[in-house]
């Protein structure tokens, strides 16, 4: 039976975050509530969401910190909130970890279906998989990826990526062998034409690396740098 998902709604200002719970709570979604980072991060920690909506600037916390925090134990979405002329800032949150970003001022309908879209992707979203018969899946030495489940294991022991690593992951070994450059991977997994720091996609690497290197050495070194160019899968042999 599917479970409604829980949504942490982060923001300073009251009446974004009484906006945002009223648009959210029409599509069944149950909301609760952070006033600043402090907060958010402690009920972030200490309870599972399903989406986190973080506001990216705050007093004390910001949206950076938060989101920093919360990624070196959690894999939870975050769609962050900018105000326009935040560039530099939106570059900052793809690199330590956020999904998606809603720039200010919104539609309330644009962030909703923003919210759809990613909790559809999310690996850590158990509620939207109702087929239990994985039709999708990539199979590899020492790394299995069954995307109608978005789930990776690695020898054997699931690991929790973020939904973007996920996108990353599945997107790289798709095409094994094939070398994609960081514009590329930008375009078709940020789907973003992104004219910033192309230092989003290192970081994410390096992170999903780790991730996989923690349980297997072997399967991390299947994520390789062709230097000068960007990065490619290598379906490596037993």
């Known amino acids: ?13 009251e009446r974004i975050r009484k906006l945002l719970r009223m648009y959210l709570e029409r599509e069944n979604y149950l909301i609760e509530e952070a006033e600043n980072g402090e907060v958010a991060l402690e009920m972030a920690l200490n309870a599972d969401y399903d989406l986190i909506l973080l506001d990216l600037m705050m007093p004390g916390i910001d949206g950076i910190e938060v989101c920093t925090r919360l990624r ?9 909130l900018t105000a326009k002329g935040e560039e530099a800032n939106r570059v900052q949150g793809f690199e330590v970890g956020t999904d998606d970003y809603i720039v200010k001022p919104f539609s309330p309908r644009e962030v909703v279906l923003r919210v759809k879209a990613l909790l559809r992707r999310s690996s850590s979203t158990k509620f939207l998989q109702t087929d239990t018969q994985a039709k999708d899946v990539l199979v590899f030495p020492y790394l299995t990826i069954d995307n109608d489940a978005h789930r990776v294991t690695v020898e054997g022991k699931e690991i929790s990526l973020t939904p973007k690593e996920y996108e990353l992951l599945y997107y790289l070994a798709q095409s094994p062998d094939k070398v994609f450059s ?10 973003y034409d992104f004219f910033g720091d192309l230092r989003t996609v290192d970081t994410h690497i390096k992170r999903l690396r ?21 990065y490619k899968f290598e379906a490596v042999k037993e």
């Not at 070196?72 to 962050?80: L, Q, R, Y």
């Not at 960081?182 to 789907?191: S, T």
């Not at 780790?210 to 960007?230: C, D, F, H, Y």
């Open 1 to 13: 039976m599917e479970k409604e998902a829980k949504i942490l709604v982060v923001d300073d200002e």
């Open 72 to 80: 070196k134990t959690k894999a939870t979405p975050v769609i962050m």
């Open 182 to 191: 960081r514009e590329q991977l930008l375009k078709d997994v940020w789907n």
């Open 210 to 230: 780790e991730k996989l290197n923690r349980v297997s050495p072997e399967a991390a070194s299947m994520i390789s740098t062709v230097w000068g160019v960007g």
